[in-house]
């Protein structure tokens, strides 16, 4: 199947930082993304919908200017976590989205292995 | 409003042992996907089946199967002989309408399969 890789896997930064996440789609173009967050025995909520080359649409409470997504490029969307606190210590997940030109009509959703984030 | 009920929070089973974890859904859509994903410590999530609306064929795989009801809104997963590999928890989640959207998960079933 597809692949999609996140860095960094980990990063524990300080309080106030800013931490950028990249999400990358190995062998497949992707116009579309997704950024979820995973608290700790928690489930996966979806926080925005990146489309390359036009804004993200975020979810009902989630701050767009706290969490800066760019979707540059068809195989690279980032989230960054402007002045970064403890509460954003999460795991944060994102999946691309496949538009069928892997020979299925279904636009598959691949998730990428997670970047999970500590603020001290 | 929660849209993928798993009512499940914790499962310990005993090695050999069948389980079977249960997903209920609420969509007005008369299209959309289920689907189950394995979680391991790891935090990768792991893709285990996806399943149309219109296809309500249970399916079988190795020791994993699925039982898809329209009638229940009900799509549950089965391990059969469980093994302590499968310790992880497990999210039911939908997708609503066609191909293209995000997923909604459920709160996820934490299995602990003992030796």
């Known amino acids: 199947g597809a692949v999609v890789s996140q860095h960094p896997s980990w990063v524990i930064c300080k309080s106030g930082t800013s931490v950028k996440i990249e999400c990358r789609s190995l062998d497949f173009q992707a116009t579309t993304m997704f950024w979820y967050r995973q608290f700790p025995k928690q489930s996966l909520m979806l926080m925005a919908t990146s489309n390359e080359g036009s804004k993200a649409t975020y979810e009902q409470g989630v701050e767009k200017d706290k969490f800066l997504i760019n979707h540059a490029s068809l195989t690279l969307s980032t989230l960054t976590v402007t002045s970064a606190h403890p509460e954003d210590s999460s795991f944060y997940i994102c999946?691309?989205?496949?538009?069928?030109?892997?020979?299925?009509?279904?636009?598959?959703?691949?998730f990428g292995p997670g970047t999970r984030l500590t603020v001290l | 409003a929660q849209k993928v009920t798993q009512a499940q929070t914790e499962i310990s089973v005993v090695e050999k042992e069948d389980v079977t974890l249960d997903c209920v859904y609420e969509?007005?859509?008369?299209?959309?996907?289920l689907f189950w994903y394995k979680q391991p410590p790891s935090g990768e999530l792991v893709f285990l089946i996806r399943?149309?609306?219109?296809?309500?064929q249970n399916e079988i795989s190795g020791r994993y199967s699925w039982n898809f009801q329209k009638s229940t809104s009900s799509f549950n997963f089965t391990i059969t002989a469980s093994q302590v590999v499968d310790s992880a928890v497990y999210f039911c989640a939908l997708s609503e309408g066609l191909s293209g959207y995000a997923l909604n998960f459920g709160k996820g079933t934490s299995l602990l399969v003992t030796p």
């Open positions: 399943r149309n609306s219109f296809d309500e």
């Open positions: 969509t007005r859509d008369t299209t959309y996907y």
């Open positions: 999946s691309a989205l496949t538009s069928g030109a892997l020979g299925s009509s279904y636009n598959e959703q691949f």
